[in-house]
């Protein structure tokens, strides 16, 4: 299967923003869900965002993150963004992002199962 890649992740003081990147296969990119999870030590992987279908894929932000963390989506680079403002200790874990060949709708975009494409992670890092 083909896997997305990641990159932008690192640590930084708290408050601070950090933007990570996945970048997904350019034939499947189009039709693709695409989300991001993360996961701390000793925590069950956890929804942070994604792409659901809505007619279009559209931002969806679990609830505790609005307002700080945002995905954006570069079509021209096969590329969805995680921008994260305002940094905080408990932000710290590895992120992943995951892509499935079809579009999810947004009641179940946050079910980690659906997901068949994962990348490697990237460890962001939120020091006090």
């Known amino acids: 299967q083909v896997r997305p890649v990641e990159s932008g992740g690192g640590s930084v003081q708290a408050g601070a923003s950090l933007r990570l990147a996945c970048v997904v296969s350019?034939?499947?990119?189009?039709?693709?869900?695409v989300s991001w999870f993360r996961q701390a030590p000793g925590k069950e992987r956890e929804f942070v965002g994604g792409l659901a279908w809505f007619g279009n894929f559209r931002e969806q932000i679990s609830e505790v993150l609005k307002g700080r963390f945002t995905i954006d989506r570069d079509n021209a680079s096969n590329t969805v963004y995680l921008q994260m403002n305002s940094l905080k200790p408990k932000d710290t874990a590895v992120y992943y992002c995951?892509?499935?060949?079809?579009?999810?709708?947004?009641?179940?975009?946050?079910?980690?199962?659906?997901?068949?494409?994962w990348g490697q992670g990237t460890q962001v890092t939120g020091s006090s």
């Open positions: 350019e034939r499947t990119f189009r039709s693709a869900t």
């Open positions: 995951a892509t499935v060949r079809s579009p999810i709708r947004p009641r179940v975009v946050s079910n980690i199962k659906l997901y068949t494409d």
